[in-house]
C-alpha cells in the first residue's frame, strides 16, 4: 500500500498577519486582533510577533494582555478580508491536490498522495506552496509533511513562522515523542489534567501507556488520542467542494458584562437557544442533544449534555434542558464570562410523529408555527423586531445577534 503524502498549512498569526499585510507600519509595533473592551466582546484573538514577546496570549481579555503590554496596539478584526485572502492561500494549496480540508479560516490539511508524480519530491512541494503563498499573497505560513493528519499537524505548529517540519515513520518517535502531551490534537487544559494524574507528561509517554487505562478513565477519547500519539490514524483529507454533513450547531457570545446569577443566565441562554433553533430550522434539521460550555471569569470552562428523548428545533424545548444542566452543575460562586449552546445528534426534520400520551400536540404544532412566524419577522425587519419580555429586564445582556454574529459550527474531523 503506497504511504500517504499530507501536508497541513497554517498561516502564521493569520489575523495580526493579514492586518500587518493591509498596513505594513503595524509590524514595527506590539500589536493584536481584538474586539471592544468598552462592550466585553474583548478578547485577543491574534497577535503579532513583537506582541509575542510580551507573552500575549490568544483568548486572554484585553485587559489582561494591557497589563502585561500598556502599550499594545489593539486593532479590531476584519472578518471579510480574512475571509478574502484565506480563500486566496487555499486556492494556491487547490492548484497541487484536489484534497483540501479547512480546519478553520488559517489551516488547512492537503493531500499530495497523487501529486507526487506530477511535482515531484513531497517536500519540495512544500517548499514551493510557501514561496507562492508569500510571493503571490504576502503571507507566511508554516508547513507539516506526514504520513496522517495528526503528525502532519504537530509538524506545522513546531516552527513560525515559516517552518517546514516532516514527521516521518522513521523519525516520528525522535520528533513527537518528546514534545508536552498538551501538543497533541484533542488534548486540551482538561484532559491534560487527567493525563497528568497518570505521570503522562510527553506525547511518548501517552503513546506507551495502557491504553485499556486510558479507555476507562477517558472513555473512547482516551483511546484516540492514544491512537493519535503512536501515529495510527487513518482519518481522509476531504475532497475539495465535498459538504461537509453538519455535525451540530452551535452559538456563543462573551458578555458585555458578567454573568452572576441564575436569572441572568436565563436571559442570554434564551437568545443562544433561539438562534440555534432558528439555524436548525432553517436546514430542516433536529437534535437530539442539548449542551452547554460555560468559562467563567478566570478563563476555567467545561461543558455539559443532556440527550432528550425527542429531537427538536423548538427553542424552549432546548431552554429546559440548558436550564436543567444549569440548575443541576453551576452555582455562580464564579460568575461567568462566556456561554455557549449546541444542538447535536442531528436529523433530518420528521414532517410525522407518533403520537404522546404525554404531551399535547397540537400545542407544540401551534408553538412551532408561532416560532416560524417570529422567523419570517426577523428576515424581513431584523433580529431586534420580536424579542421576548424577559430580555427586556437586562437588555444589556440580551441585546446581541448570535445568529449573524457569534455564529459557532464545530464539525467532526476523524470521523
Known amino acids: 500500500m503506497k504511504e500517504r503524502v499530507i501536508l497541513h498549512c497554517d498561516i502564521n498569526h493569520c489575523y495580526a498577519q493579514i492586518e500587518e499585510m493591509m498596513a505594513p507600519e503595524l509590524r514595527n509595533i506590539a500589536m493584536a486582533v481584538g474586539g471592544h473592551e468598552e462592550s466585553r466582546h474583548g478578547i485577543i484573538l491574534a497577535k503579532n510577533d513583537l506582541a ?7 483568548g486572554e481579555s484585553l485587559r489582561e494582555a494591557y497589563k502585561k503590554c500598556p502599550h499594545l496596539l489593539i486593532v479590531h478584526p476584519h472578518y471579510e478580508e480574512y475571509l478574502y485572502y484565506t480563500e486566496k492561500v487555499k486556492n494556491i494549496y487547490r492548484e497541487y491536490s484536489d484534497r483540501v480540508e479547512s480546519f478553520g479560516l488559517d489551516e488547512a490539511w492537503v493531500d499530495i498522495s497523487n501529486s507526487v508524480s506530477l511535482y515531484g519530491n513531497p517536500k519540495k512541494i512544500a517548499e514551493i506552496i510557501q514561496q507562492r503563498v508569500l510571493e503571490e499573497v504576502g503571507l507566511t505560513i508554516s508547513i507539516g509533511l506526514s504520513f496522517n493528519k495528526i503528525f502532519a499537524k504537530l509538524g506545522s505548529d513546531m516552527i513560525k513562522p515559516m517552518g517546514l517540519v516532516e514527521i ?40 506507551c501507556f495502557d ?15 492514544y491512537w493519535f500519539a503512536n501515529g495510527y490514524d487513518q482519518s481522509e483529507v476531504a475532497f475539495v467542494g465535498s459538504a461537509e454533513e453538519a455535525k451540530s450547531i452551535g452559538n456563543g457570545i462573551t458578555t458585555p458584562k458578567d454573568i452572576r446569577n441564575m436569572e441572568e ?30 468559562r467563567d471569569k478566570d478563563l ?54 407518533q403520537m404522546s400520551l404525554f404531551e399535547n400536540e397540537n400545542s407544540r404544532q401551534r408553538k412551532r408555527q408561532l ?45
Open 300 to 353: 476555567k470552562s467545561f461543558s455539559r449534555q443532556k440527550k432528550i428523548e425527542r429531537a427538536t428545533n423548538d427553542s424552549d424545548e432546548m431552554m429546559a434542558a440548558v436550564m436543567e444542566l444549569l440548575e443541576k452543575n453551576y452555582d455562580f460562586l464564579k460568575p461567568l464570562r462566556s456561554v455557549t449552546v449546541t444542538l447535536s445528534k442531528l436529523q433530518m426534520e420528521k414532517q410525522e410523529y
Open 265 to 294: 443566565a436565563k436571559i442570554v441562554f434564551y437568545v443562544l437557544c433561539e438562534s440555534v433553533a432558528q439555524r436548525a430550522r432553517e436546514q430542516g434539521l433536529e437534535g437530539k442533544c442539548v449542551s452547554i460550555h460555560l
Open 211 to 225: 491504553v485499556n487505562v486510558l479507555k476507562r478513565n477517558l472513555g473512547k477519547m482516551g483511546e484516540i488520542i
Open 371 to 415: 416560532e416560524e412566524t417570529i422567523d419570517q419577522i426577523r428576515s424581513l425587519y431584523g433580529h431586534d423586531a420580536v424579542k421576548r419580555c424577559s430580555m427586556l429586564i437586562d437588555e444589556e445582556l440580551s441585546g446581541f445577534d448570535p445568529k449573524n454574529d457569534h455564529t459557532i459550527f464545530p464539525v467532526g474531523y476523524f470521523s
Open 168 to 207: 516521518n515513520r522513521d523519525n516520528y518517535k525522535y520528533k513527537a515523542w518528546d514534545l508536552p502531551v498538551q501538543d497533541l490534537l484533542c488534548v486540551g487544559r482538561a484532559t491534560q489534567a487527567k493525563l497528568n494524574l497518570y505521570g503522562i507528561e510527553t506525547i511518548g509517554d501517552l503513546a
Open 52 to 58: 509575542k514577546k510580551y507573552k500575549i496570549k490568544t
